[in-house]
T-cell receptor
Framework: DTAVSQTPKYLVTQMGNDKSIKCEQN?????MYWYKQDSKKFLKIMFS???????INETVPNRFSPKSPDKAHLNLHINSLELGDSAVYFC???????????????FGPGTRLTVL | RKEVEQDPGPFNVPEGATVAFNCTYS??????FFWYRQDCRKEPKLLMS???SGNEDGRFTAQLNRASQYISLLIRDSKLSDSATYLC?????????????FGIGTKLQVIP
């Protein structure tokens, strides 16, 4: 069984389009994240949700809008895609945020976004 | 100064060698520390947590030095399968929530 899954795995699109990436976890975790890994391989947190509530919102253009319909799902919608949005986007989940000993993050396989 | 700094490498070492990576962090109130491993075109996966007293898992040893604000990872008897990028991760807790910061990663290439 896949613990954290993302769709699609690859996404190639034109500048200016709007696209969504979906993420689901079946681990029963309370917290989910979106990360962006750029061409220099730097992994940077974008958003974090705890039980459907946004708790971390790093400096990300407001073209990026996360949505968490329930604690097992965290989707990412991107409006007006730009060339600089090309990257690998990873979803992750972890156990309750307040538990110091249980914050291992489990990552999805990533979505490779290419904007042409 | 970056929150988490690592030497990106690459570190090219022969099989059987011992190799060590360091990672420095800027926030002295950081509370938990981890090493993750990321294979090429794959997702990061937890390698090991880093405890204050140091900890070992087989050929891997992690150390924490709070006074100098760095963590280290030592790999003994390197295998070809150890080739990967090793990411240092630091958590800072505030208001019941964790802020997770990844280092850029150190690339290790083990050569036959």
């Amino acid at each position: 069984d896949t613990a954290v899954s993302q769709t699609p795995k690859y996404l190639v699109t034109q500048m200016g389009n709007d696209k969504s990436i979906k993420c689901e976890q079946n681990l029963g975790h309370d917290t989910m994240y979106w990360y962006k890994q750029d061409s220099k391989k730097f992994l940077k947190i974008m958003f974090s949700y705890n039980n459907k509530e946004l708790i971390i919102n790093e400096t990300v253009p407001n073209r990026f809008s996360p949505k968490s319909p329930d604690k097992a799902h965290l989707n990412l919608h991107i409006n007006s895609l730009e060339l600089g949005d090309s990257a690998v986007y990873f979803c992750a989940s972890s156990q309750g945020v307040a538990r110091v000993n249980y914050n291992e993050q489990f990552f999805g396989p990533g979505t490779r976004l290419t904007v042409l | 100064r970056k929150e988490v700094e690592q030497d990106p490498g690459p570190f090219n070492v022969p099989e059987g060698a011992t190799v060590a990576f360091n990672c420095t962090y800027s926030n002295s109130a950081s509370q938990s520390f981890f090493w993750y491993r990321q294979d090429c075109r794959k997702e990061p996966k937890l390698l090991m947590s880093v405890y204050s007293s140091g900890n070992e898992d087989g050929r891997f040893t992690a150390q924490l030095n709070r006074a100098s604000q760095y963590i280290s990872l030592l790999i003994r008897d390197s295998k070809l399968s150890d080739s990967a990028t090793y990411l240092c991760v630091v958590n800072f807790y505030s208001g019941g929530y964790q802020k997770v910061t990844f280092g850029i990663g150190t690339k290790l290439q083990v050569i036959p």
